[in-house]
């Protein structure tokens, strides 16, 4: 699948173009990323697209002309896009790394670049040690100051991948092993099995007869880029993706034993085998074991819990944050599951930044089985996303009311808007706009540096003013690209209880805000969450799993989702 390549590839043109700012170029740049962001994602293979229809195909995808199509064929067909190659010459930057850190855009990397000869990262680390960015006129120490903080945040990142690019890699391989490995089971272990924002690698258990046919198939998966081990007990490969996936094959009489151990996480497996030890019980990844060394339990997790007088702890819980003790009393809370979710009330159409249509919203909504979704565009002030005023909503909700009218017996659409929570902590539509909404989202999109005090009070301006009912990712942060900013989230959480205004779990794969620790701290408030998943397309409503995971790895059940709420329910919570 080259859809991701070609999408990095017309990002970094769109970078490379928006350099010297011209109005056609401007122009350009917006097509190129609008492109780039159609095949990220596409959920067909592109040139399985351009395989069946050829150029012509690939103008029928939204944003893409003919000349976005050529360009794409191209690449095809020649493995090469001319107009890169010429640009990657006039600049020999790698704008991929400079511009994956936090404040450095392409702009930026080329000034760097034309004064200091920066081209990557390492560059720019030794002319930050050798104080070279503070002489430079347009930067100064404060930017020095800035890009180092970017080095770290990146470098804390680095070697991770988010769950939403794992996950889907880990179940495909699985599906593989199952069909053609001469595997009999595999299951997903490590962090990616419990939910874990980013992950270091893939664990994979599997039980087989083959054990020498089960590694060969797993090295010549079309996802390996290399081998780095291979052996009859673990193989392990480096994959395409840019992360180690380790393959174990298990006896199936340890299979539950290897599953308590190797999904860990190593703190809780530790404490987990204290309670065995203080039962003068031996465990490990092969069994549990009694005093004489006979095998009491293996096969199954749930068993091996039990032997040790524990209740099932849920994967996503086990990081020994109390759950243990928990189990031991068998007051492990029922959690939330994506089954449970209703509807969802984060999303965007192409009206704003979207990619789809409400009527194909509404289309894959229905196919998601939810009751109903809210449909959230940006407001005005955000003008990248091409923020709505109240005209252009007014006009936008007439068609939703036909919609309405229409597939209104299959699934309920709600009328709302992600308003822009302004530098003031004023909301970016009119309050007679805002009071007739079904489902009001306020959020942050400016002005990320205040002070803690100033931004607090922001936030707290708007849930105050009685008009939101979600505050929508509440803390800003976007994994290994951008901090957290600065916010009090208890004075947030007792602003939202006393207003009924319900946080957010964004389930977008870099963004999952609340995190779980957030979650897990904040909710001894009496607030709802709200899982969402900020869909920009129809195929986003499947990122709501990593929202529910991250919803799981706090704790939370049910009880505690607003849109798990059936409609009639929803509708009465959301009045004020
Ligand atoms: P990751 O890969 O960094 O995202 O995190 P994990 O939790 O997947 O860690 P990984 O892949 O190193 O190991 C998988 C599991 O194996 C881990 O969660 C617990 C278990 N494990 C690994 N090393 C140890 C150890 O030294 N002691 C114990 N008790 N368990 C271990
Ligand atoms: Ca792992
Ligand atoms: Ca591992
Ligand atoms: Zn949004």
């Not at 919609?403 to 709302?416: C, P, T, Y």
């Not at 904040?522 to 529910?548: C, E, P, W």
Request: charged share 30%.
């Amino acid at each position: 699948m080259e859809n991701k390549l070609i999408a990095f590839i017309l990002n970094e043109i769109a970078d490379m173009l928006s350099i010297d700012e011209t109005e056609t170029s401007k122009f350009e740049v917006r097509a190129y990323k609008n492109a780039a962001l159609v095949v990220e994602s596409l959920q067909e293979p592109i040139e399985e697209i351009y395989q069946k229809g050829g150029k012509e195909a690939l103008m029928e995808l939204p944003g893409i002309g003919k000349g976005l199509a050529e360009k794409i064929e191209e690449y095809l067909t020649k493995g090469r896009i001319e107009k890169y190659e010429k640009l990657r010459k006039k600049y020999p930057i790698n704008f991929f790394e400079l511009t994956s850190l936090e404040g450095i855009g392409a702009k930026t990397a080329v000034l760097l670049y034309q004064k200091l000869k920066i081209k990557n990262i390492a560059d720019l680390k030794k002319a930050i040690e050798e104080h070279k960015i503070r002489e430079v006129p347009n930067f100064g120490i404060k930017s020095e100051e800035e890009f180092k903080r970017s080095i770290k945040l990146f470098e804390s990142g680095k070697g991770r991948i988010l769950l939403g690019e794992a996950l889907p890699i880990a179940e495909s391989i699985i599906n593989k092993l199952l069909e053609n490995g001469k595997v009999k089971k595999a299951v997903i272990a490590g962090s990616v099995r419990r939910m874990k924002e980013t992950v270091g690698d893939i664990d994979i258990l599997a039980i087989t007869g083959e054990i020498e046919k089960t590694m060969d198939y797993f090295t010549e998966m079309e996802e390996v880029q290399n081998v780095i081990s291979k052996g009859q007990a673990k193989t392990t490969v480096w994959l395409k993706t840019g992360i180690s996936c380790d393959l174990r094959v298990i006896k199936s009489e340890s299979f539950g034993a290897a599953q308590q151990y190797f999904i860990g996480s190593k703190e809780h497996n530790i404490e987990v085998r204290k309670i065995a030890l203080k039962n003068k019980l031996k465990l490990n990844e092969y069994g549990l074991f009694d005093s004489n060394g006979k095998m009491i339990s293996g096969e199954d997790e749930h068993d091996i819990y039990e032997k040790l007088g524990l209740q099932y702890i849920p994967p996503e819980m086990r990081e020994n944050k109390g759950e243990i003790e928990l189990a031991a009393k068998h007051k492990i809370p029922k959690l939330v599951e994506l089954s449970d979710i209703k509807g969802d009330l984060h999303t965007h159409t192409k009206d704003s930044d979207g990619i789809n249509s409400i009527e194909e919203m509404a289309e894959a909504a229905l196919q998601n089985k939810f009751e109903y979704f809210a449909t959230t565009n940006h407001t005005k002030s955000l003008k990248i996303a091409h923020g709505m005023n109240e005209s252009r909503f007014r006009e936008f909700f007439k068609n939703v009311d036909k919609l309405n009218d229409s597939v209104g017996k299959k699934i309920k659409i709600l009328k709302g808007a992600e308003v822009d929570i302004l530098r003031d902590g004023s909301l970016d539509l009119e309050k007679d706009m805002l009071k007739e909404m079904d489902c009001v989202l306020g959020s942050i999109h400016s002005f990320f540096k205040m002070g803690q005090e100033e931004m607090t009070k922001r936030v707290i301006n708007a849930i105050d003013s009685g008009l939101i009912h979600i505050f929508a990712h509440p803390t800003g942060r976007i994994i290994n690209e951008r901090m957290a900013y600065n916010i009090n989230l208890d004075k947030v959480a007792e602003a939202a209880e006393r207003n009924k205004v319900a946080l957010e779990i964004n389930s977008f794969p870099n963004r999952l805000d609340l995190n779980d620790a957030n979650i897990f701290n904040v909710s001894k408030y009496k607030i709802l969450f709200s899982i969402d998943s900020d869909a920009h397309n129809t195929s986003h409503f499947q990122f709501l799993r990593y929202g529910v995971g991250t919803a799981k790895r706090g704790w939370l059940t049910k009880e505690r989702i607003l849109n798990a709420k059936p409609y009639n329910e929803l509708i009465k919570a959301l009045k004020k």
